[in-house]
RNA sequence: GCUGCCGUAGCUCAGUGGUAGAGCACCUCCUUGGUAAGGAGGAGGUCACGGGUUCAAGUCCCGUCGGCAGCUCCA
């Protein structure tokens, strides 16, 4: 064994430095200047303090003030302070951990009583106090003896258990104190004291449980957040507020685009404005997949279990499944649709000239999921996958793989995304099929990404049971992630439908089967579509694309005569018939976020003309009725979504 | 599913053991008003559901259903 370590630093160098080196003397070998300036560092992608010992080679990033990993470093201090201060109101309280995330920090209390509003009040109050004392964070290095003793001490049983662990991987213990208020075991690293944390806010309280283990010892999570600055914290709340207004589990319902009830958890109901959404969405996605070549499908909702038992779905998904029972057969609800499409594709004898052959289907699927965890449109327990099934020969993989990559792009721009994110998931612990194939499937998504020239990042272990897959995630005004469009390759359907196709050599061959999906689900989709646009779809979408607005009852047909003429030429249209004031009729179309709120009164009724009042725009007076006509159809033809004004 | 919180009119909410409330929306009437809420009146309730405590329950207790947040981030 080397005595010598291989460290590389972000820039890609390499340093050589002792084993049993710490951070520190990396730092310090980097340069003094740095060592003097730092506060932390990541060893390995995890944050840690600049005593951490280097057993081995790795990668570092060391922490200065500057650095972004800098918020994980206040945030954990802030964890602290909180933790500090629970203890000082409920001296019983044990701890449990209490790490940064990326809003913010946490910690998990066992505690007799869930905490109350007040008491978070009373936490955060304490806080602030103890912020204002300053105490410094001073570390402490202790052997498993001295530690166990400290920590029985504290009375922290659960941090005593996995200290042992610690000590066993060979971690060195220590422990951080802020003069006699508080001490912790941790990793660290840590901001000077309780007075570096500018900015820091109690967010919320929720259960939890320690490691996760929902058979475990509960416990009280307290979530907060913590910043740089009161400005960025501020900034921070009113992002938050703003994801709460444009959420579409609200603004659905108010859009009158759908509902969810009682007598059907999980199920949305669709109503008129919302299937305006899903037709034009859906007509869409079926022009590009004429343009590419593929056959649309529809198969069964309701098939026998046989049908799923060969499919592996039930050894695998069962779970996930519903099952109904008849004539003394069970049968499933499909969860997926690609067992229908194998049906479809084994019914009839295939050359090598048939493939690749893509089978589309918008197929409606239910899979059962916990009560906990379903989220309106997002995370629903029936939904409609954009989905499709391409059968082809190995050699034909990557460019298909590279045609469903650039579909998605093409679908996504035309949605107003520009911003795509992609992750392989590589083979999960459940799963089928021998690992030469898996190496294989592996190995050709890899090859299609590179091909394709996109930095991708990897989600290792998180693929389907029956095959790696690339996930497609795309940004929203709001900056939030969407898990949207699904690529995955499958070795183990054609295998187990034992699908096959006549090659150039007279022989029978095994294609293979790509999965995907470009929106992923319509439900799921329209959801992000809501809440990216806070409700103000682009006009091509708007379930409503003008409305007029008659000033008095008198321009009523005059109303109606233009209505009538913006339908003929392939608009939706509305007219605002009721008694109410003007000003009362453009507060409500603005309401419901009619892209153009046009008013007509006696002159408009004269000069065939409407007064334009676009939805993010100033009124712009009157316009021909013809010339408005043309800028809607042309908006709509055009499928555009810059602001209307 | 688990933990916590919540469930009162279509919506937003008040009502802390003693006659079911407000604003908005809805309907009718008056008003026909030129750019973000005109006025008056009316209708609308099994207080989620089931059980219990009590002279009396929207209110207290238990259960069920549904909703929200969290349950992955590992000193």
Known sequence: MSAVARVTLPDGKVLEVPKNSTCADVAMQIGPGLARAAVGCVWN???????QRIHGDGRIAIITKKSEDYLRVVRHSAAHLLAAAVRELFPKAQLGFGPPTDEGFYYDFVVEEPFTPDDLAAIEKRMRE???????????EMDAADATAELKRL??????????ELVQAGEVISFYKNGDVFSDMCRGPHVKGFGSIP?????S??????RGDATGIPMQRIHGTAFFSQEELDLHLERIEEAKKRDHRKLGPALDLFSFHDVAPGFP????????VWREIENFVRGELEQRGYQEIRTPLVMTD?????SGHYDNYRENMYFVEKDDRSFAVKPMNCPGACIIYGSELHSYRDLPLRLGEFGFVHRYELSGVLHGLFRARGFTQDDAHVYCTPEQIEAEVLDCLDMLNVVYKAFGFSEIKQFLSTRPEKRMGEEALWDRAEAA???ALRAADIDYGLNAGDGAFYGPKIDNYLTDSLGRMWQCGTIQLDFQMPERFDLTYVGQDGNRHRPVMIHRAILGSMERFIGVLVENTAGKLPVWLAPVQAILLPITDKQIPYAETVAKRMTEAGLRVEVDRRGDKIGAKIRDAHGRKIPYQLVVGAKEAEADTVSVRPRDGEDRGAQPVGQVTEEIVERYAQKAHSPIQ
Request: aromatic letters at 16%; charged letters at 25%.
């Open 45 to 51: 992608g995890e944050l840690t303090s600049m005593e």
């Open 130 to 140: 103890l912020a204002k004392k300053g105490l410094p964070f001073e570390r402490q």
């Open 155 to 164: 009375g922290y049983d659960l941090k005593a258990e996995y200290m042992a």
């Open 199 to 203: 900015a820091f806010k109690i967010m």
């Open 205 to 210: 309280a929720s259960g939890a449980y320690w």
């Open 269 to 276: 109901f669709w109503h008129k404005g919302g299937m305006i």
């Open 306 to 310: 046989e049908l799923w038992r060969k």
């Open 445 to 447: 998504l890899t090859g």
